[in-house]
């Protein structure tokens, strides 16, 4: 019973050194709350993306209806990856659509990417035929990373004037465009 009492005394009027734990102990829960509900928003706003981010243009000259996947190799294990893709606005959105892009022929379009952690090394395009080929940019697979696109803009000329891509790379496009 006179433990109850002292329990009792002890929450009716806290010791000084309590209140100095739990007061920062408070502060830190509430901080870590904000964080975990407005981090998610505010996060994929980071200004230092806005170094990183570059814009190319990508223009079906093939004369046929394209799917389109800009890949590129990674900085450390050289893998090919879709290329990070952002929509061109302020402040910078992950895009929804980054693979199996569908183009019109004589269509035109712009695609930003950050090029932190990857090079831009191929456009992986899939025809009508079904036939995946492999347009290869400035960038090589073994080059040192990274860097920005070496060109403005990527011209998808003939199909039947780009190699085939390796069967590795099928699975950057889908089935049919």
């Known amino acids: 019973m006179a433990?109850?009492?002292?329990?009792?005394a002890v929450l009716n009027k806290p010791p000084r050194?309590?209140?100095m734990l739990l007061v920062p102990g408070v502060a830190v829960v509430v901080l870590c709350f904000w964080l975990l509900v407005f981090g998610a928003v505010t996060v994929p706003y980071n200004p230092m993306l806005l170094a990183?981010?570059?814009?190319?243009?990508?223009?079906?000259?093939s004369g046929e209806t394209i799917t389109i996947t800009p890949i590129g190799a990674t900085q450390t294990a050289h893998r090919l990856v879709e290329l990070p893709s952002y929509q061109?606005?302020?402040p910078p959105a992950r895009s929804a659509v980054s693979r199996s892009i569908r183009m019109a022929p004589g269509q035109r379009i712009k695609y930003t990417?950050?090029?932190d952690d990857v090079n831009f090394t191929h456009i992986v395009i899939r025809g009508p035929d079904g036939v995946v080929r492999a347009l290869a940019t400035d960038y090589r697979i073994e080059e040192g990373c990274c860097g920005p696109p070496k060109r403005d803009e990527y011209i998808i000329p003939l199909l039947s004037e780009i190699p085939m891509a390796p069967v590795e790379m099928h699975k950057f496009v889908d089935e049919k465009p």
């Open 17 to 19: 050194w309590l209140l």
């Open 3 to 8: 433990v109850l009492r002292a329990l009792v």
């Open 113 to 115: 990417y950050d090029w």
């Open 52 to 61: 990183f981010l570059e814009t190319v243009d990508i223009a079906n000259e």
């Open 88 to 90: 061109d606005d302020y």
